[in-house]
T-cell receptor, first 110, second 115 residues
């Protein structure tokens, strides 16, 4: 089993749609969780950290479910500019030993 | 203007040649990392360094070597022993490896193609 698993997609949605991604992780002792965004042929950039209580940043909401070992990302009112690959990142032992999922590709269409 | 730079952006190499990828940061970060990204796979850690003159192997260190002589610089050498070197190489840095939740900042990457 991979340490971090994501549905590769692609998710093709119309502008204005709400879309959700899930990511599962295998190490129950994992401490830190993140969503990164990666545009085609570019470097990953931090979208948001995921806290135990869940957190929201504008149209983006991240949730953590420790019991089921998954994190989620919800994007509301999708924009064309949201088209990208979304990487789930988990830090198994704290510090900065990051484990990356393979990413979920999102395409938002007019 | 702070950030991480990688050079070159594209690199072509013949089989059997060693090649060195540059990574420089002016963010005053202690920790630096090298990842490799292949299509359909997550980033995989090659080497990381928490302080100058010290570095540790990541998950896929075979066929690679690094040095950390200066805080700002963490070059990666892809040797001829690396069996499948064609990939997208990403360098990252973070303020400290001992502090949890720290964001890693990535450079723009180098695409290496072995001909």
């Amino acid at each position: 089993r991979k340490e971090v698993e994501q549905d590769p997609g692609p998710f093709n949605v119309p502008e204005g749609a709400t879309v959700a991604f899930n990511c599962t992780y295998s190490n129950s002792a994992s401490q830190s969780f993140f969503w990164y965004r990666q545009d085609c042929r570019k470097e990953p950039k931090l979208l948001m950290s995921v806290y135990s209580s869940g957190n929201e940043d504008g149209r983006f909401t991240a949730q953590l479910n420790r019991a089921s070992q998954y994190i989620s990302l919800l994007i509301r009112d999708s924009k064309l500019s949201d088209s990208a690959t979304y990487l789930c990142v988990v830090t198994p032992g704290g510090g900065n030993d990051m484990r990356f999922g393979a990413g979920t590709r999102l395409t938002v269409k007019p | 203007d702070g950030g991480i730079t990688q050079s070159p952006k594209y690199l072509f190499r013949k089989e059997g040649q060693n090649v060195t990828l540059s990574c420089e940061q002016n963010l005053n970060h202690d920790a630096m990392y090298w990842y490799r990204q292949d299509p359909g796979q997550g980033l995989r850690l090659i080497y990381y360094s928490q302080i100058v003159n010290d570095f540790q192997k990541g998950d896929i260190a075979e066929g690679y070597s690094v040095s950390r002589e200066k805080k700002e610089s963490f070059p990666l050498t892809v040797t001829s022993a690396q069996k499948n070197p064609t990939a997208f190489y990403l360098c990252a840095s973070s303020p400290s490896d001992s502090v949890p939740y720290n964001e890693q900042f990535f450079g723009p990457g180098t695409r290496l193609t072995v001909l």
